[in-house]
């Protein structure tokens, strides 16, 4: 294995157990909030949190792309961490008059006490997203993943202990707001930059590169919360509840995907401007295998076991989401690929095409999600962005081919696909045993699956196995 390859590996990794466990501590906390608040209460959170993350994006600009993309240039870092810095404050600003002015468009943000503390949540929020920044650009991705991973600890054990005292929504908003704050503070500490005099001339750089960033982020955004806000339009609040509980539970398909995506998108950047475009190239096909590790499996345990998980795990109104939680899962495996794709694009200094692909596919959610909705419930939102991926990931492979050579590696995915098939058949065999249905019965299937699956592909891909023990050997600091 190469020095390239080792960082790749052991910043990946970094993520990818930083990943596991966010999601994992999530995972039990929801099921805590499903059964002590219910579907309406986390569907109003969710309602909250897409309306947050929108006006994030619309402050961020893109700059937390083109910020990163001219600082791991290495020329006048410093120049370019104070006007990012200072684009996104004004933005701050914008949104903040925008809302005062247009306050009365969130009468239900009003209602129930959470307008100024939306505001607050903004605030803090631009300033973590600034000082991140300088933290992912300084290659210290270790640090990053381990600081969101705090952040996501605070986040769940404020929101618990609020819960428990009866704060209901405002605690779960409350335990986000904490966890970014602490966040912000941790990287304040490790920041290697510092402010100083920047020019029109590095605003104008930053944005050459972000208006594009600004417009891929936003239909990425788009893509994960433009159908909680059109379900919320069309049905209760509680099936808000329902679809983004699968919605939540989905992401342990994009473990992978995810984490090589925050540790590649540096590295990659930087290999495309020294003109290593076969590391590139290699780096993305080595990268979509692992991203369908986790996916495909995945998907064929929803198509088993979804009902029961969804009906045990989190309560019984949550089971109607059975069907959606399948097609999600499904969604989830051409996202993994498609957001890969997307971010070799970025990378590559080609953010105009990674757009294209995005907004076709985010503008046929909308449209779809509007149609389907009303007709289809949840199924139908699922539907819709099963159509945004699937149309995502061919534009945008239509686009890197014109960049680097795009190739799969056929043989792993045949484990990978052959090891699903083999779970698929003992779990099949053992539903049909007139066992009694129990959160333990599930529970016992979900880890025998999961035993079957990877020690089949262990067995069968001796290059996943090396490299899955090579993992144990890793530096980690």
Same mark, same amino acid.
């Given at each position: ?54 006006? @994030? ?84 991705? @270790? ?189 989830? #495996? ?26 076709? @596919?985010?503008?046929?959610? #909308? ?111």
């Amino acid at each position: 294995m190469s020095d390239i390859q080792r960082e790749v590996h052991r910043h990946g990794v970094m993520y990818f157990i930083s990943s596991i466990g966010i999601t994992l501590i999530g995972f039990l906390a929801t099921i805590f909030y499903a059964h002590w608040v219910g579907a309406g209460t986390l569907g109003s959170y969710f309602v909250f949190l897409s309306v947050f993350t929108l006006l @994030g994006v619309i402050i961020d600009l893109g700059i937390s792309y083109g910020g990163t993309q001219r600082i791991c240039e290495g020329k006048e870092p410093d120049s370019f961490f104070t006007a990012s810095l200072a684009i996104r404050c004004g933005m701050f600003i914008v949104v903040v008059i925008a809302l005062l002015l247009f306050q009365d468009r969130f009468i239900d943000l009003k209602n129930a006490g959470l307008f100024w503390i939306l505001i607050l949540a903004l605030g803090i929020a631009a300033l973590q997203a600034s000082v991140a920044v300088s933290i992912g650009a300084s290659n210290r991705l @270790g640090l990053a993943a381990t600081a969101t991973l705090i952040n996501n600890l605070i986040r769940i054990v404020v929101q618990l202990i609020a819960i428990f005292l009866g704060f209901q929504v405002y605690g779960l908003v409350g335990g986000l707001i904490a966890g970014i704050l602490v966040e912000l503070l941790i990287e304040l500490k490790y920041m290697d930059y510092h402010l100083k005099k920047f020019s029109w001339s590095h605003v104008k750089s930053l944005f050459s590169f972000s208006g594009w960033a600004f417009i891929v982020n936003t239909g990425t955004t788009l893509f994960d919360n433009a159908n909680i806000l059109i379900i919320a339009y069309f049905l209760p609040v509680s099936d808000v509840g329902i679809f983004g509980v699968c919605w939540t539970f989905s992401v342990f398909a994009l473990f992978v995907s995810t984490s090589l995506c925050n540790t590649l998108y540096v590295k990659v950047s930087r290999w495309n401007a020294a003109g290593k475009l076969d590391t590139v190239s290699a780096s993305l096909s080595r990268a979509t295998t692992y991203s369908l590790v986790f996916a495909i499996p995945m998907l064929a345990g929803g198509l088993i076991l979804g009902e029961q998980l969804l009906f045990f795990i989190y309560g019984a109104s949550f089971a109607a989401g059975a069907t959606a939680l399948v097609i999600i899962i499904a969604a989830r #495996i051409i996202q993994s690929i498609y957001q890969l794709y997307s971010n070799y694009l970025m990378a590559t200094n080609h953010v105009q095409t990674a757009f294209y692909g995005l907004g076709v @596919g985010v503008t046929v959610n #909308i449209i779809l999600s509007i149609i389907l909705v009303p007709i289809m419930g949840l199924s139908g939102a699922a539907v819709a962005s099963f159509m945004n991926v699937l149309i995502s990931s061919i534009i945008g492979r239509h686009f890197l081919e014109e960049i680097i050579p795009v190739f799969i590696e056929k043989q792993s995915i045949f484990h990978i696909i052959t090891s699903t098939i083999i779970m698929s058949i003992v779990l099949l065999v053992i539903s049909f045993i007139p066992l009694p249905k129990s959160s333990m019965i599930t529970a016992i299937m979900v880890i025998l699956g999961s035993a079957i699956y990877f020690t089949t592909l262990l067995k069968m891909d001796k290059q996943l196995k090396e490299d899955a023990f090579s993992t144990l050997n890793i530096r980690w600091f």
